[in-house]
T-cell receptor, first 113, second 116 residues
Framework: AQSVTQLDSHVSVSEGTPVLLRCNYS??????LFWYVQHPNKGLQLLLK??????LVKGINGFEAEFKKSETSFHLTKPSAHMSDAAEYFC???????????FGRGTSLIVHP | EAQVTQNPRYLITVTGKKLTVTCSQN?????MSWYRQDPGLGLRQIYY???????DKGDVPEGYKVSRKEKRNFPLILESPSPNQTSLYFC???????????????FGEGSRLTVL
């Protein structure tokens, strides 16, 4: 069985400071892991994905995430936040052979000027 | 432009009045799915389809029906809507059919449904 926990429902940062959005997962098989971003009144857009290749994954808009099997984590980071990064972020796990990806409950990123 | 199109984007209806939310994709994807998004719960899958005439239940299928008669279309049907189906609905498609779980999901912009 698969599950995912986003450890923070809200994260607030100042523009220009680092961003850390935390995600822990549980999976019985080698999982694929994703981060999606949802801007207000929009659908979700893929930021990045891990599919058993490099453990450090780079995505769009300067985001990256590191797959840590020993910690069952897939935290999303960005060195310097921009106002346009304010959005809802979802961590998603999908086991091989599963057609039902599991979404985390989301983390709302707030960026202050 | 590659896209997933949902209609209507906004709908207010009353309990028991059948409605259909349409979804169409132009990427020739085999896999399509429906999700509902509720505050604090993230997205939960309602139904998915691996190909034409192949559909299966997701995590929260009760009160919903789907059909997949054409590859590009995957309508969501609420035969007798109830207030607990008030939600934001998303359709998504993917080259997911290999079953590896690796495929990126492409989402529509959502349909906000209110059932009074």
């Amino acid at each position: 069985a698969q599950s995912v926990t986003q450890l923070d429902s809200h994260v607030s940062v100042s523009e220009g400071t680092p961003v850390l959005l935390r995600c822990n997962y549980s999976s019985s098989y080698s999982p694929s892991l994703f981060w999606y971003v949802q801007h207000p009144n929009k659908g979700l857009q893929l930021l990045l994905k891990y599919t058993s290749a490099a453990t450090l994954v780079k995505g769009i808009n300067g985001f990256e995430a590191e797959f840590k099997k020993s910690e069952t984590s897939f935290h999303l980071t960005k060195p310097s936040a921009h106002m346009s990064d304010a959005a809802e972020y979802f961590c998603v796990v999908s086991e091989g052979g599963s057609y039902i990806p599991t979404f985390g409950r989301g983390t709302s990123l707030i960026v202050h000027p | 432009e590659a896209q997933v199109t949902q209609n209507p984007r906004y709908l207010i209806t009353v309990t028991g009045k059948k409605l259909t939310v349409t979804c169409s994709q132009n990427m020739n994807h085999e896999y399509m799915s429906w999700y509902r998004q509720d505050p604090g719960l993230g997205l939960r899958q309602i139904y998915y389809s691996m190909n034409v005439e192949v559909t299966d239940k997701g995590d929260v299928p009760e009160g919903y029906k789907v059909s997949r008669k054409e590859k590009r279309n995957f309508p969501l049907i609420l035969e007798s809507p109830s207030p607990n189906q008030t939600s934001l609905y998303f359709c998504a498609s993917s080259l997911f059919s290999s079953g590896t779980g690796e495929g990126e999901l492409f989402f529509g912009e959502g349909s906000r449904l209110t059932v009074l």
